[in-house]
Antibody, heavy 121, light 108 residues
Framework: QVHLVQSGAEVKKPGSSVKVSCKAS????????ISWLRQAPGHGLEWVGG????????NYAQKFQGRITITADESTSTAYMELSSLRSEDTAVYYC??????????????WGQGTLVTVSS | EVVLTQSPGTLSLSPGERVTLSCRAS???????LAWYQQKPGQTPRLLIY???NRATGIPDRFSGSGSGTDFTLTISRLEPGDFAVYYC?????????FGQGTKVEIK
């Protein structure tokens, strides 16, 4: 059984950066894409970007280009998402989710528990 | 970008009723790579349907998906108390991956 465990809640100031981790266990970490998604309070789901560890090349949603960095560390089976130049609109629960193949454009069959990132002065 | 529009926004129904949720795409979804998720308050989304019509592992057969191209449907044949939730469609045929805004199924 695949488990994704994310790092804890964060409170950040506008203009700063946040880095969230997602540690995987069970299954093959390197061969399945990991995506990051977010859900603002009371809103729907939004895809931020993803990476397949074996390929190392991330794929980002255009909206976040220039502010987002997604990486994966095969040695620890951990994926990371760093978002910079934070603004209040970035306040959301951020999820990591595993795809069903090595393609980033995929469905999501396993999800992390979510990490609340609050951006407030 | 493929924009997904779900309708209706909210449905008020009673247990035992049949539910039909719609997801319409702004352009044809490549490969009919369309998934449906269920999300309950405070929980993570749960995959129900993939490839427009295939039930995910462990999903009861009262959930079914249909459609192709730009029009897709999720049907729940008989609502059970645990089915009251928000349902999202997602296309994964092209990047960026996109979701519909969700349909809330609430108890009448």
């Amino acid at each position: 059984q695949v488990h994704l465990v994310q790092s804890g809640a964060e409170v950040k100031k506008p203009g700063s950066s946040v880095k969230v981790s997602c540690k995987a266990s069970g299954g093959s970490f390197r061969s399945y894409a990991i995506s990051w998604l977010r859900q603002a309070p009371g809103h729907g789901l939004e895809w931020v970007g993803g990476i397949t560890p074996i390929f190392r090349k991330p794929n980002y949603a255009q909206k976040f280009q220039g502010r987002i960095t997604i990486t994966a560390d095969e040695s620890t089976s951990t994926a990371y998402m760093e978002l910079s130049s934070l603004r209040s609109e970035d306040t959301a629960v951020y999820y990591c989710a595993r795809g069903d193949s090595d393609i980033v454009a995929s469905l999501f069959d396993y999800w992390g528990q979510g990490t609340l990132v609050t951006v407030s002065s | 970008e493929v924009v997904l529009t779900q309708s209706p926004g909210t449905l008020s129904l009673s247990p035992g009723e049949r539910v039909t949720l719609s997801c319409r795409a702004s352009q044809s979804v490549s490969g009919n790579y369309l998934a449906w998720y269920q999300q309950k308050p405070g929980q993570t989304p749960r995959l129900l349907i993939y490839g427009a019509s295939n039930r995910a592992t462990g999903i009861p057969d009262r959930f079914s998906g249909s459609g192709s191209g730009t029009d897709f449907t999720l049907t729940i044949s008989r609502l059970e108390p645990g089915d009251f939730a928000v349902y999202y469609c997602q296309q994964y045929g092209s990047s960026p991956l996109t979701f519909g805004q969700g349909t809330k199924v609430e108890i009448k």
